[in-house]
């Protein structure tokens, strides 16, 4: 399956939620998109909720089908709750923290600025946007790249104080994963556990 690239606006309204942030037209449409979706009444199955809480998660954090099932095998096989863990496996991506820190609007800007080499961990740059961030590694833009107009737009205003485990030194245009976050830290609105479920049927 290659990277979903249509309108964003219709997966959130299929879903539900405006999972890629602000969404106005799901405010006036709130029914999945199609010709009836506003007739769809019926009740979905256990199956199919869980598998939809499995598509929220993969296009929240912009991940694919095989990179999400690597991520929760990897879980599966880590100590902790799974479905937490694999929480905080998506949240060490590094497409993630660069947005986590104001960096990106979104998390598919972030992954952008990661591919085209505006970004360096510890001091070298790394582009590639599924690298795994540890707890204690600095990541920065890159000396040439803080004058880009959507970096400085970006972090304009953004609050950095609102995610205890990252913080931010404005006069470097760098920041630092503090320690993993606990699950009630991470404001997305997926429920794992129904993950879980789907992948232990598999």
Do not use: C
């Not at 609102?162 to 009630?184: C, F, M, N």
């Amino acid at each position: 399956m290659a990277r979903y690239t249509g309108p964003k606006t219709k997966i959130a309204r299929k879903l539900g939620e405006p999972i890629f942030g602000e969404d106005k037209v799901l405010e006036r449409k709130n029914y999945p998109p199609g010709q009836h979706g506003q007739n769809r009444r019926r009740k979905q199955s256990e199956y199919g909720i869980q598998l939809r809480e499995k598509q929220k998660a993969k296009y929240t954090y912009g991940v694919l089908e095989r990179q999400f099932r690597n991520l929760f095998n990897k879980a599966a096989r880590m100590k902790g709750v799974t479905g937490e863990v694999l929480l905080q496996l998506l949240e060490q991506r590094l497409d993630n923290v660069v947005y986590r820190l104001g960096i990106a609007r979104s998390r598919a800007a972030a992954r952008q600025l990661v591919l085209h080499r505006h970004i360096t961990v510890n001091g070298q740059v790394v582009n590639i946007p599924s690298y795994s961030v540890d707890p204690g590694q600095v990541i920065a833009v890159r000396e040439k790249s803080k004058s880009l107009e959507v970096i400085q737009d970006s972090l304009a205003g953004f609050n950095h104080a609102k995610y205890a485990w990252i913080e931010w030194d404005e006069a470097t245009k760098s920041g630092k994963l503090l320690h993993l976050p606990q699950r009630e830290d991470i404001p997305e609105n997926i429920k794992e556990q129904l993950i879980v479920e789907l992948y232990s049927k598999q």
